[in-house]
């Protein structure tokens, strides 16, 4: 090994879509462990000088580490690739590369993301420095695994491990236009050359393996048999693995028992909160009315004699809100320049009868439907019905025109639009409101809403994709007539929402319970043929 230098400027912050991302101090170790590791490779495996190195898309930022000789001993056995380092893609491996020890992360930008599953394994194969001690190869279905291992037979050999976050056989496309056959293919030839196949869900697993006969009749002749049988036995499922943060700090009082219940009765390690819980008393009460909710006809009569939405009651609390000390502080701007202010969400949280809240914390794309939620939405303003609504979620190159024509047309309604890139914002903003929708046409897991859920708010989404097999069928709706009067009703009694305890499970998708699965799929023995 060459002799190291007693400092060396690594990077320290990753730059994403061409925009620096600060990490915290965990972050910026996991982020210069992986650093280490790609120089550590770089010097045992043929002369070079520390200035030569350059690791790919990341921005110098001057950071300065102490002599690293003996972190360079400890060998690197999990390889970890990801095409496309954004969003549950981007949350998965980085969770994997701070907690697992000796692995390393090469990634790309997440843009573009047709030309990452195009051209990215050849991109990795001429970037990523060749190392006999690597033993496992971790990689999303993004990557074309087939050409990566024709291109790096060394990379061939190891043990081969596919993640599917979704699969391309069902995804939806837009309008009628054909089917790009070429995705497909790629994540079923992906799946022959790995040892191993990983599905985030049961709905995605089957409905990829049951879809290849079907996808593969698009071929006109000579077409491959029994790709099925051949896939299957390698095939296992393995959830996402959320780690839930704690978001106690930003709970509002009513939300207490939900915490209580999932860190507390659920066992999943946490602390419970030590405040008193309100409505513990009245739950058997409200949870009757709600049952009555969720039919087709709900308590209207008895509803509309209260007038739960006043707006001198959110008056009222915005400027009890406005006159506190150092307001002002808190006034944040994203790069959308849509207006968060905390103090919007936080006045009147805990008055029983404020405007239902209601949040889409989706990608601002065609497969998430937001046509039918901004219709639903429309459809209760035009009935007169008062609600909050806060639309999150990362944008990409495409964004529908429906966002911006629906901001305008729902006007005050509005309490935030746009991505919110500090997680702690995010998260009050799920802690402050009621009730998550989904309207996706395309989920093999969805992250956001187990998210959501934890903070307290009531799930409604598709009888359809995975969702049954996370969400309890009460949290379910056939139509976008079914979304839309249970939303009436919603708005109409908010406080018979905020009593009610989530039926369901959250702790089967945590960190907490899946990291012996990972850390066992993530281990190996030495072959002896490398």
Not at 100 to 114: G, N, Q, S
Not at 297 to 326: F, I, W, Y
């Amino acid at each position: 090994m060459n002799d190291l230098p007693t400092t060396i400027s690594v990077p320290c912050s990753n730059n994403i879509n061409g925009v620096s991302q600060t990490k915290g101090r965990k972050c910026e170790r996991r982020t210069l462990r992986s650093k280490i590791m790609h120089l550590s490779i770089l010097w045992q495996t043929g002369p070079c000088h520390p200035e030569e190195i350059i690791v790919p898309e990341t921005r110098i930022t001057g950071f300065v580490l102490p002599r690293i000789c003996e972190g360079l001993k400890r060998p690197m056995s999990l390889l970890i690739i990801e095409a496309f380092y954004g969003g549950s893609h981007k949350q998965l491996v980085d969770l994997l590369q701070e907690e697992l020890e000796d692995c390393v992360l090469y990634t790309l930008p997440a843009k573009k993301w047709h030309w990452r599953a195009r051209t990215s394994a050849l991109y990795f194969s001429q970037n990523i420095p060749s190392s006999e001690r690597y033993r496992i190869l971790f990689a999303s279905s993004v990557l074309n695994l087939t050409e990566l291992a024709a291109l790096r037979p060394d990379l061939g050999k190891l043990k081969k491990i596919l993640y599917f976050h979704e699969n391309q056989l069902v995804y939806p496309v837009k309008k009628c236009q054909e089917r790009d056959f070429q995705y497909g293919y790629n994540q079923i030839l992906s799946c022959l050359v790995a040892d191993v196949v990983v599905f985030n869900s049961i709905f995605n697993m089957e409905s990829f393996l049951t879809s290849i006969g079907k996808f593969m009749k698009l071929i006109p002749d000579h077409r491959p048999k029994d790709l099925e049988s051949i896939i299957r036995p390698k095939c296992q499922v393995i959830y996402f693995p959320i780690r839930f943060p704690d978001v106690s700090r930003f709970m509002p009082k009513h939300k207490t028992i939900h915490l209580q219940k999932i860190l507390g009765l659920k066992g999943s390690g946490g602390t419970a909160p030590s405040e008193a819980l309100p409505f513990q008393h009245e739950q058997k009460g409200s949870e009757n009315l709600l049952k009555n909710f969720n039919s087709e006809s709900g308590p209207c009569n008895a509803a509309q004699q209260e007038n739960p939405g006043s707006s001198l009651t959110q008056e009222s609390a915005l400027r009890t809100c406005n006159s506190s000390d150092n307001s002002s502080s808190h006034l944040k701007e994203n790069k959308q320049n849509t207006t968060f202010h905390p103090c919007d969400i936080l006045g009147g949280t805990d008055d029983p009868q404020r405007p239902l809240h209601i949040v889409w914390p989706h990608r601002w794309e065609h497969d998430k439907d937001p046509e039918s939620f901004f219709k639903v939405l429309m459809h209760l303003k035009d009935l007169g019905l008062n609600f909050h609504v806060s639309v999150l979620g990362e944008t990409f190159t495409d964004v529908p025109d429906v966002f911006s024509e629906s901001k305008k047309a729902l006007g005050s309604s509005v309490i935030h639009w746009g991505y919110l890139p500090s997680k702690d914002d995010y998260f009050q903003v799920l802690c402050m409101a009621d009730v998550v929708i989904s309207t996706a046409k395309h989920e093999f897991f969805g992250v956001a809403m187990l998210e959501a859920v934890y903070c307290g708010c009531y799930p409604l989404c598709p009888k359809d994709l995975v969702y049954p097999e996370i969400f309890p069928a009460e949290y379910l709706y056939s139509t976008p007539e079914q979304l839309s009067k249970r939303l009436q009703n919603f708005c109409k009694r908010p406080d018979i929402i905020r009593k009610h305890l989530y039926k369901g499970e959250t702790t089967p998708f945590s960190w907490a319970a899946l990291h012996g699965k990972f850390r066992s799929l993530l281990t190996t023995e030495p072959r002896e043929d490398l």
